[in-house]
Structures are given as structure tokens and as C-alpha cells.
């Protein structure tokens, strides 16, 4: 995130409070978002793998957060414990941030047909998909009164993407995911959709081989030639988990700076 970019101080998210899953450091995505979250007026839970603690409890206590919890996303006991705390703490919840992912550095170079194998390719389905489904479950019992959740994508489920290889199928299974949770979960008023986001500064980028180029093709070739900022995809985030999203749900919301519209590139980008 900008140094100097000081998030806008509002009431969006006042009286609002939510669990986000999957803060890393200060780059992930989901740090972003909860800084901004909080920024609008919203309480902050956060749930992390356990050896981030170090890096993830001064990021909370910057913001207020009002609970901290640790979970490993393929164990379903893990699940429902973290789940537990915030039940516990808070009784009930308004929003939910699933930014979890994992597959193998293996399996994310080279090809994806002679590098995948049925362990990794469950693994990675696992962690960045069920995760979602189980997360939603346990979540939507604690939004009596209706609420929102977000998960985050990526374009490598829709297009082959050199080296994403196992994660975008695990992506878009994502996705598809996404939308039946929307569809189950709608008639008790919580709306579910996905940010796909543009190639960032973040440690998931840094596990993919060619993670460097991904950044500056991505700048060149997108509409707005420019990198997609961390700013604007905390601002889509904060828009889908407010008010002002109501009536939006089962959406896969693009922010990369206009880079998945476009087709060929131009001679000046070639």
C-alpha cells in the first residue's frame, strides 16, 4: 500500500463488525481491506494462519481489532474453533473476508498438465475453495440478520495464466462456488461475491514463478496503464460489505485497472 495514502475516514461500516480470514502482513490484500473497514467505522476480528502472529497482531492493534484467532483452512475442527471464538466474543457477525489460498510452488511453474498431481490438485481445491463453502457455513450462523461476505480471485480462473497452472482451476471452482453460496444463502439475506483483483505486491505473488512480469504485463496492457492499487480493491471491498451494495450478489467483481477486458495489445504495448 502507498505510504502516503491515508485511507478516507467515514461511517460506512459504523456499528458493523466482521471476521476477516487470511491476513498475512501488511501487503495481503486482506490487511488492505481491513484497514479500510476500520477506517468506515467497522470492528475487525482477525483469523490467521498461526506463524503469522508476530506479523499479524500489531497490524490488529493499529485498528482496534476486537478478537484474534488462528485456523488452519483444511481442518475442519480448526474451522469450527476459530468460528467458536467469535461466536463467544461476539455473539453475532455482519460481514465475512475469505483471502485464503494455497498450492504448492511445484505445482504453480511450468506445465500444469506434467506438474499437477492428484495430492497438490486436492490440496489446492481444499484450501482455496472448500475453505470458502465451510467458512460460509459457520459465518451465515451468525448473521440472524443478514449480512455479506467477500472472497478473492483471481483472472488465472478464467484464462491460462503462465505458472497460476493449479490455482486458477482451484479459482474457478471458486467462483462457482461463490454463486451457489449466494444462491443458498440469499433468502436469509446475505449477499456473497468475489473480487477478482489485478496482480499485486503481495507474498501469494511471490510464490509464483514469473510473479515480477505478472505485475509489469499487467500494468502495460491494462486500460488504465497503471498497477491495480491496493486502495482500489479496499474500496470495492468496502462497497460489496456496506449498505451501498445491497441488491448486488453472486458477482465476480473485476479490479485490475482494465486489465481483463482487453483483447490484443496495441504496437505501442507489443
Known amino acids: 500500500m502507498d505510504e502516503d ?16 480470514m487470511g491476513v498475512a502482513n501488511r501487503n495481503s490484500i ?5 484497514a479500510q473497514l ?20 500489531p497490524l490488529g492493534e493499529s485498528i482496534g481489532a476486537g478478537l484474534y484467532t488462528t485456523f488452519d483452512a483444511g481442518s475442519d475442527e480448526s474451522m469450527a474453533a476459530a468460528f467458536k471464538v467469535v461466536e463467544d466474543t461476539w455473539g453475532t457477525i455482519d460481514f465475512l473476508v475469505h483471502a485464503i489460498a494455497f498450492a504448492d510452488r511445484d505445482h504453480m511453474k511450468g506445465s500444469f498438465v506434467e506438474n499437477t498431481t492428484r495430492a497438490g490438485f486436492a490440496r489446492a481445491l481444499d484450501v482455496s475453495a ?4 465451510d467458512a460460509a457455513r459457520h459465518g451465515a450462523r451468525l448473521m440472524p440478520n443478514g449480512g455479506s461476505m467477500i472472497t478473492l480471485t483471481y483472472l488465472g480462473s478464467e484464462r491460462a495464466i503462465p505458472n497460476y497452472n493449479v490455482m486458477g482451476v482451484a479459482k474457478a471452482a ?18 456473497v461475491n468475489a473480487i477478482s483483483a489485478g496482480a499485486m505486491r503481495t507474498l501469494s505473488l511471490a510464490g509464483i514463478s514469473g510473479g515480477r512480469g505478472m505485475l509489469a504485463q499487467g500494468r502495460a496492457l491494462s486500460a488504465l496503464k ?11 471491498a468496502l462497497w460489496l460489505l456496506s449498505d451501498l451494495g445491497r441488491s448486488t450478489t453472486g458477482e465476480i467483481v473485476h479490479v485490475d485497472a482494465g ?7 496495441s504496437e505501442e504495448d507489443a
Do not use: C
Open 5 to 20: 495514502f491515508q485511507m478516507p475516514v467515514g461511517q460506512l461500516m459504523a456499528g458493523k463488525r466482521g471476521l476477516v
Open 30 to 34: 486482506a490487511w488492505g481491506i481491513s
Open 38 to 57: 476500520a477506517a468506515q467505522g467497522a470492528q475487525i476480528g482477525l483469523a490467521y494462519i498461526e506463524a503469522n502472529e508476530k506479523r499479524v497482531r
Open 130 to 133: 472448500y475453505s470458502f463453502v
Open 174 to 191: 471458486l467462483e462457482a462456488a461463490t454463486r451457489y453460496i449466494a444462491r443458498d444463502l440469499g433468502p436469509q439475506g446475505i449477499r
Open 226 to 236: 497503471e498497477d491495480t492499487s491496493m486502495e482500489g480493491v479496499a474500496g470495492a
Open 259 to 265: 486489465f481483463h477486458m482487453m483483447g490484443l495489445a
